[in-house]
DNA sequence: CATGAATGAGACTTCATTCAT
DNA sequence: AATGAATGAAGTCTCATTCAT
């Protein structure tokens, strides 16, 4: 979807052709830099596998980085849009909350691990070893990101449905946190995820500890926990 | 004829200011790897900050990979070391976790980020953009690394405090997963963390994931009941 | 799931000036490998003296064992060019001989005695010191090499002009032993050597070897040594 | 054996246990330079096969160049020593020459091939590509070394029984041409080598060639008549 | 506009050699 | 006498980037 039109590049041509360049490069530079990040990733690569020359690359973007950055903004964007588009603002949280994540670990996976990676590895200012100022229109890119998710949080506390007792942020972390661990782990072990039964054990599982606290039930998990330290100690 | 022959292998010198260079290189190394990440680590800049010849590095280290292993290596243990020797074992399971929650954003924050990152982007077999053979020993540390978590877990489950209807795996990564997120929204904001008030925070929030959901309830009441008639007739 | 994807590989231009430079690399590098061998050879040396930038070199050769590779194949196949083409077919089997003994004492000589020693010292699997993997192609080059006067000397055996009780393998042997050991000999020495009669003076030795040994020469010779001994015991 | 004492080395420690050392590092540093050729041998894997320290081996040579002239030299002297002391002076010029021959091809076989080959490549003043200085007493090693079989030659002339219109340093090709050339072979191709057999066949092949052509067989008659008239009237 | 061609800068790595102990 | 330790110098190779055509 359309970016919020950053500065002007220079460099780009302008033009239907142009355009139509721009997004084979685009779509290929995707391919490359998740298969290979960053710095492993290489302008010849780029080009050879769209049997263009190395310098036509250059003709389009200022240069590798400019390159990467679009490409980690429009992945972003796809992943915005289809999640605003496709949310079912009208079912209940719970089924907003396992649509979120299901859409997530599915982009993430049909092209989206090797990109999540870059992400992580790649995009933040200069803190941890990146390529520094990669991330310049970071932040924002990651709030519009996770908006969609906290909006529904929000929405949930409004409503009842979500305690209110734990900041947003907290929150944010307790359900990206695990996806993406999930994700990290299917990737390194190899093994497939059946993504819809993740998705929906994930959500199974955090969903109590999004809701408020039952007061009688803490009570009593408490009382529980003490009888068996006494009994333990006795 | 001639005789095949293996090929020759530079071995590190094994003398005591020997032991103090390795320990010295693998100290700055940790540092440069975590600040640049494998990549972007330059030979020369770990060289440089020890005021010493880059073949000095050569002289100890076959080479960057290996020093890097060795950086990783040495980091996982200490993680591994610092949490097995202060665990509270007798502690209930819950206070348990905390402190094993605790220790890793302690141990991440302290210079860990970085290496967390090198870590989770070159740590893995072939599978994503990594340094590829980097991790070869790589499984077996990241076992060591959350066994005492998993161990937790698993009497967790047998003590009946922690539910058993959710594999192992799912409920590590409901762990790990918010505590990396957590930690990465600190590296990119660059916000300071209270690392004492999120582990409490996280741990309260996941505290109520982690217990057996619907039923419980029941049977707690069920539980209070049977007490209640057993003191009346005490 | 991320591709695995196979290895990028850059590719050398194909351009009418791309040939150029190829040219111009290979001869300069015939001269340096001629020189120097293989590993005092460098590519820092070949780049300098065609006054272009060392990068350029490995835009057109993979890397120094290629170009090598490539040098020697390009030597072979002038020499084996100059006699399939020049080889007087209708000529006797001796002046034939005479030929092929002729065309490489004068190739060798031009500017091939360093590149027949890069050839002996490198060019083999990975028996004896050598750059091993370098002669992968090798055995069929030098099959290709050594076939003329193969071909040769089989014809004179069916012609009844060279003897057939000794093996080919031999006999070549026989023809190009004498010829790079008299080459070696120049080069050590540095002696200059008369090319044309050396080759009439080693053809004319060689010759009576390669023919059917006579019988009644032979009981004459025994007749002599004979005669020999018993004066010089009397 | 004994090497002409050459200059004294100013590195080289005496005493009993230090010629120990020279010897040892003299018999690995062949071993060595036999298997990997003059540029691919180190120092390195010389002192780790002796368990002793690299710096040692600069406290007896004076350095990697020095030693490798000595083992030339030690392994010239051995041949010379061999063929010089075991040589049947008292035998016929072909059975001498056969010995010279088969003991060649012996020494060369049971650890030489590396050497020779470090010889032919590395053997040499400045033309060809080797070891420039190396070669600075090589002349006379070379002269001592093929001096048995010249004057072999030289007496076989005289006595007749060789060839006289043939300079003998190209009878001397004649002879050590096709054995180094079979040692090549035997050693690219990897094939064992019959020594006895080689020798024996080899001699045949060339004995022909070493005796007068063409009109020797004039004379040969001519012999055997005034042997029958000599006869007949005595 | 596209590209063929070239390259500067810098990376990792090897090894013979020195020197204080 | 032996060595542990260190290093200067050099080599091969990679890659993003530029520029004339």
Redesign the interface.
């Given at each position: 979807m359309t970016t919020p039109s950053a500065a002007p590049q220079r460099r780009s041509p302008a033009g239907p052709k142009a355009e139509q360049r721009v997004r084979d490069i685009l779509r290929v530079g995707r391919?490359v830099?998740?298969?290979?990040?960053y710095?492993?990733?290489?302008t010849?690569?780029i080009a050879?596998r769209l049997a263009i020359s190395e310098a036509t690359v250059f003709t389009y973007f200022r240069g590798k980085r400019e390159l990467c950055m679009r490409v980690i903004q429009d992945w972003y964007d796809e992943i915005i849009a289809a999640i605003e588009s496709g949310l079912p603002r009208q079912a209940s949280v719970r089924e907003q909350l396992e649509f979120i994540v299901l859409t997530h670990l599915r982009l993430f996976?049909i092209?989206g691990?090797?990109l999540c990676?870059?992400v992580?590895?790649e995009?933040?200012?200069d803190?941890?070893?990146?390529a520094g100022d990669l991330?310049e229109g970071?932040?924002e890119l990651?709030r519009r990101y996770t908006a969609p998710l906290m909006e529904l949080l929000a929405r949930g506390q409004q409503a009842g449905e979500v305690r209110q007792d734990?900041p947003l942020?907290?929150?944010?972390?307790?359900v990206?946190?695990?996806?993406?661990?999930?994700l990290?782990?299917a990737?390194?072990t190899?093994r497939q995820l059946d993504v819809e039964a993740s998705a929906r054990?994930?959500v199974?599982?955090?969903w109590?500890?999004l809701q408020a606290?039952?007061e009688?039930?803490q009570r009593?998990?408490r009382?529980?926990?003490q009888?068996?330290?006494a009994l333990s100690s006795a």
């Open positions: 391919e830099f998740a298969e290979r990040g710095e492993r990733a290489t010849t690569e050879q996976l092209q691990t090797g990676a870059l992580l590895s995009g933040r200012k803190a941890g070893h990146g991330g970071f932040v990651q734990i942020r907290l929150l944010r972390s307790l990206f946190g695990p996806m993406e661990h999930m990290w782990e990737v390194i190899g054990d994930l199974a599982l955090l109590p500890a606290p039952d009688e039930l009593l998990r009382l529980r926990a009888l068996h330290d």
